[in-house]
Structures are given as C-alpha cells and as structure tokens.
C-alpha cells in the first residue's frame, strides 16, 4: 500500500481514476486500476484510517443491512455493514438509502456465484451497527 497523496498523483499520470474499493466507520480504501502494456493489470490500494471523532461518528450512523433470496429451492442470506451515503439524512431516508447500496453491493458481489439481484432481494433487517446483535 502506498499514501494517498502518492496514489493520486500516480493515478493523474496513468490516465485512472481513484475509487473506493472498501469502507467501514473505521477507514477508507482507496484504489485504483490500471492496465499494463503487457496486457496486465496493475492495482494500487491506500488505506485511510480516519480520525477518532469521525470514526465515533460514522459508528453511530453505520447500519447492518440483511438481505436474502431464494436460490435452487434455498434460502441465501447476506450481511452488509453500510454507512449511509449522506450523514445528516433522517433516519427513515438512511435506512431506505442503505439497502439499496446493500442490494447493489451484493449484487456486484455476489450475482455469478448465487444469483442475487436487486429485483431478487429482500431486506429482512436494516439496524443501526451499534444496536445489532447477531442471535
């Protein structure tokens, strides 16, 4: 991994652009993809780690979203942990917001392995991270 501050610079030179590849209420990672003459590919990451006040912050608006779909006769379940795209949004227009991205993340994710869409998932639960509890 290397810093940010290199990672974008690099990424200007190489034509790319930077997105993120992973986030949770403790961090931000950062990565860019680029296409090697040779045909290869060249994948560069940076980890932000954010300060304690914002990560507190994102904690208490970090959402547990579960979804589910039926797949040869079987229920699939998957967990995400979301943080709401917009921080000051109500509660109600968070939790609509979070499943959504939840659907779509898994749908990215997971489409060729069990078949989940966003047409195919249901939301079965959407908690607040710090009020979830598994069983």
Request: hydrophobic letters at 40%; proline letters at 4%.
């Amino acid at each position: 991994m290397i810093d940010r501050e290199t990672l974008m610079k690099w990424a200007r030179a190489q034509g790319v652009r930077v997105r993120v590849a992973c986030e949770d209420w403790e961090s931000i990672t950062y990565e860019t993809l680029c296409r090697q003459p040779d045909g290869t590919s060249l994948i560069q990451r940076h980890r932000c780690v954010l300060p304690e006040p914002i990560t507190q912050r994102r904690l208490m608006m970090t959402y547990v979203v579960g979804l589910c779909h039926e797949t040869d006769g079987a229920e699939c379940n998957h967990v995400r942990r979301i943080v709401p795209p917009v921080l000051s949004s109500a509660d109600e227009a968070a939790r609509h917001d979070v499943a959504l991205v939840a659907a779509a993340l898994v749908e990215a994710e997971r489409r060729a392995v069990c078949g989940a869409t966003v047409d195919n998932l249901r939301v079965y639960t959407v908690e607040r991270a710090v009020h979830w509890r598994p069983f």
